[in-house]
Structure formats: C-alpha cells, structure tokens
C-alpha cells in the first residue's frame, strides 16, 4: 500500500547509455514532480505535471524526458547518460496544484553514471 | 525569486530536549506557503508540516511546531521532546501562489540526537 514508488531503487549505469525511472502514486492525486538531489543534498524541482499536462519545466536537459501516461505514473527517460547525472531522482504527487497542498516523495533512485 | 536560508551546522541535542531548527525566507510575494521536510538516513523525504502565510496561529502537528515569524521572515521548526529518531536531515521550503509556482528547497540542516 505504498503511496508513491519508484522503480528501480538503485541503477548504475555507464555514460552514454539511456535509461528510465518509473513513479506511480496510489493517492488519486492530480500532480506529480520529478526532483533531483545532488551529492550536497541540495533538492531542486524538475518537472511537474497537473493532470497529465507538463506546468514546470526546469533548466533541464532535454536529454531528461518525462512522459505521463495517466495521473498515477510520471517516468523519467534519460538520453545519453552522463557523469553529472549521477544524483537521487525523487518523484512526488500532491493532491492538487496550489501552495497549500504538501507533496508526498517516493524513497528515491540512486543513479550511478559511471 | 524565492529563497531559503538555512544556514545553521551540524545541529546536536540531547533526547528528550526540544530543539529549534532556523529557516529565514526571502519573497515578495503575499500569498505563499512554508514546509518543512525530514530526511533519515534512508533517504526518503517525510513531510512534517506546513504554515499558510496568512495563518495567524503557527502550525503544529504533534511533537512538531513552526515558529512563524512573518515580518522577520522567519519559520523556524520546533521539535519537541527529541527522540533518537529524529535524526536526520531537515528541509525546510516554499512556494508561492499562483501557476507554474515551484517548491523550493533550503539547503538542510543535520539533526543528532544524542542519548
């Protein structure tokens, strides 16, 4: 009964490979987040989507390619791994889009370029 | 842009104690809200609580409250009675209101509990 989860947990991986994270929430909430956390542990937001329709798009790589199927799963494709991608993928959902609404994160993916 | 400082060390109190976790924020906006998050060793993202910028009573939610402090910009996390799992990495964060706002994410502060 977890309510956002990521899949794979861990992924190593050498450069120039392309690789997907999977996120789904169990919460019936219509917003979902791609964040990414670097070695200093610093968080910074990549991509949101409301309803399946992208709203924030970082300074992102457009190696970096997420696609909603549906409300419940936002994935992360990335093209042509690089060393500096090495950093943990954090997905999370809230509710809705407003200050208000807290987000729920899933337990991360610890990506490896080596 | 909004911004958030945390700018205290590694941070260390004795179970049983409560401890203040510093967050000064830095917007223009009025209309913004304030979070605070955990993170174990683990690694997952836990959130705590969360204070509306019109709230006029600071947030609590059980052994957790913030200290809202509006005109000094400030929303420090108050935890008390300190367990040994409360160690961990706080973050405290804000968002403003309206479309395409984001979550933005201190740097974190380093909490041990010593028994």
């Known amino acids: 009964d977890t309510a956002v989860s990521q899949t794979p947990k861990y992924l190593v991986t050498q450069m120039g490979n392309d690789k997907s994270i999977k996120c789904e929430q169990n919460?019936?909430?219509?917003?979902m987040y791609w964040y990414k956390q670097d070695s200093k542990k610093f968080l910074k937001i990549m991509f949101s989507?409301?309803?399946?329709?992208?709203?924030i798009n970082e300074t992102v790589p457009n190696r970096f390619s997420p696609k909603s199927p549906d409300k419940a799963h936002l994935n992360l494709h990335i093209n042509s791994l690089e060393l500096g991608d090495s950093a943990v993928y954090f997905c999370?959902?809230?509710?809705?889009?407003?200050?208000?609404?807290?987000?729920?994160f899933g337990p991360g993916t610890r990506l490896t370029v080596t | 842009a909004q911004k958030i400082t945390q700018t205290q060390p590694g941070m260390f109190v004795q179970e049983k104690e409560a401890v203040t976790l510093d967050c000064t924020y830095d917007t223009s906006d009025q209309s913004y809200g304030l979070f605070w998050y955990k993170q174990p060793s683990s690694g997952e993202m836990i959130f705590l609580i969360y204070?509306?910028?019109?709230?006029?009573q600071n947030a609590t939610e059980g052994r957790y409250s913030l200290n809202f402090q509006k005109a000094r910009k400030s929303a420090n996390l108050v935890i008390s009675a300190s367990q040994l799992g409360d160690s961990a990495t706080y973050f405290c964060?804000?968002?403003?209101?309206?479309?395409?706002?984001?979550?933005?994410f201190g740097k974190g502060i380093t909490l041990s509990v010593r028994p």
């Open positions: 999370a959902s809230s509710q809705a889009y407003g200050v208000s609404y807290e987000q729920y």
């Open positions: 964060a804000t968002r403003r209101a309206g479309a395409n706002s984001k979550l933005t």
């Open positions: 204070q509306g910028s019109y709230d006029e």
């Open positions: 919460l019936g909430h219509d917003t």
């Open positions: 989507y409301n309803n399946k329709e992208l709203i």
